[in-house]
């Protein structure tokens, strides 16, 4: 049971996308060649900071799109997951960053409403992140599907972290 907000927030991001995209992960890369870290990396700052879109940091490339995921959920018919795929140092990879994270740094944005401060942003990412281990640890099904890159800014950059992840 979530006694955290970044718990609750790991549980949705699960629930909500990764239980839907992680099975069907290895199909949809099939016409992607050339990627060698074929799980999805889902990767975590620690800062809860995270670009607009992953190719802003310098020396990631974007390089396409996984074939997409047609399903119909909740009152929408045919909604579409895809992945997008992006190359450091010459290596392909698929990623993704968390969007519920923005939440946590939302939350802090408006502290008056939330009473949520930015103090609380970094334990309540590594809640989230602690989370999420625990609850893909319990799905052995999706085993061999994911990788989790937590990534601590003030002792690593993101593209460094990538890079080390991905050879």
Not at 7 to 18: C, K, V
Not at 80 to 100: E, I, L, R
Not at 133 to 161: C, F, G, H, W
């Amino acid at each position: 049971m979530a006694t955290s907000i970044g718990e609750g927030l790991a549980y949705s991001y699960y629930s909500g996308y990764l239980k839907i995209v992680l099975p069907s992960l290895a199909e949809r890369l099939r016409n992607n060649p050339g990627i060698k870290h074929t799980k999805l990396l889902i990767v975590i700052p620690a800062s809860g900071n995270m670009p607009k879109k992953l190719q802003d940091v310098q020396g990631i490339s974007y390089e396409g799109q996984t074939d997409k995921l047609e399903i119909d959920r909740a009152g929408y018919p045919k909604r579409c997951y895809t992945n997008n795929v992006y190359s450091v140092k010459g290596n392909k990879f698929v990623a993704d960053m968390p969007a519920n994270l923005l939440t946590l740094k939302d939350m802090a944005a408006d502290s008056e409403l939330t009473g949520f401060t930015s103090a609380q942003l970094e334990p309540e990412v590594s809640k989230f992140t602690e989370a999420l281990k625990s609850i893909l640890k319990q799905k052995p099904e999706l085993d061999n599907t994911y990788d989790i890159l937590y990534v601590n800014e003030a002792s690593q950059s993101l593209r460094e972290a990538l890079a080390a992840s991905v050879k």
